[in-house]
């Protein structure tokens, strides 16, 4: 079965600290993982794709299979980052390609 | 501009009433899916359809039904059958390996 897990609820850091989101994911094929942010008043939104292995607004995530982890990272927190981030892992199941999401972490980045 | 439309933005339903929920897509991709957002609980898949005249049931079906009778639209509604329809609900669309493109969503509210 196919499961995502966001261990912190709410995430609050300085301006200038370093972020680490933490995502943990079951899946027993080959995972395609995704984070997507919702900052207020917006829509849900892609952020990074681990296939892309790209930084987006500072911001990295590398997939480890061996820890089945996809933390995202970004060294240098700004207030502007205080944002919903989800988690997600693209699978196919009896067939079927769907994502399921994490439950989401909170970052308050503050002054 | 391509994207995904959901309407309305704000919904009210009174008790026993079904009430339906918009979403278009210019975007041309096949598959298109409902989460409902809840505090706390992330998103949770309603219903997908991969293909025109197709659908599936995601993981928190009951008291929800949709139909896909054209590529571009995906409506859903909330019947009076579901008991707690209270929330945010978000539609997107997905072109592997990109992604999911998200709505605006729709906050449904029982009066």
């Known amino acids: 079965a196919q499961r995502v897990t966001q261990p912190e609820k709410l995430l609050s850091v300085f301006k200038g600290a370093p972020v680490e989101l933490k995502c943990n994911y079951s899946?027993?094929?080959?995972?395609?993982l995704f984070w997507y942010v919702q900052y207020s008043r917006q829509r849900l939104q892609l952020l990074l794709r681990?296939?892309s292995r790209e930084s987006i607004k500072g911001f990295t995530a590398d997939l480890n299979k061996g820890e089945t982890s996809f933390h995202l990272k970004k060294p240098f927190a700004q207030e502007e980052d205080s944002a919903m981030y989800y988690c997600?892992?693209?699978?196919?199941?009896?067939?079927?390609?769907?994502?399921?999401f994490g439950t989401g972490t909170r970052l308050k980045v503050l002054a | 501009d391509g994207g995904i439309t959901q309407s309305p933005k704000y919904l009210f339903r009174k008790e026993g009433q079904n009430v339906t929920l918009s979403c278009e897509q210019n975007?041309?991709?096949?598959?298109m899916y409902w989460y409902r957002q809840d505090p706390g609980q992330g998103l949770r898949l309603i219903y997908y359809s991969q293909i025109v005249n197709d659908f599936q049931k995601g993981d928190i079906a009951e008291g929800y039904s949709v139909s896909r009778e054209k590529k571009e639209s995906f409506p859903l509604t909330v019947t009076s059958a579901q008991k707690n329809p209270t929330a945010f609900y978000l539609c997107?669309?997905?072109?592997?390996?990109?992604?999911?493109?998200f709505g605006s969503g729709t906050r449904l509210t029982v009066v």
């Open positions: 899946y027993s094929g080959s995972p395609e």
């Open positions: 975007l041309n991709h096949d598959a």
């Open positions: 997107a669309s997905l072109q592997r390996p990109y992604g999911y493109t």
């Open positions: 681990h296939i």
């Open positions: 997600a892992l693209g699978g196919e199941t009896s067939g079927t390609y769907k994502y399921i």
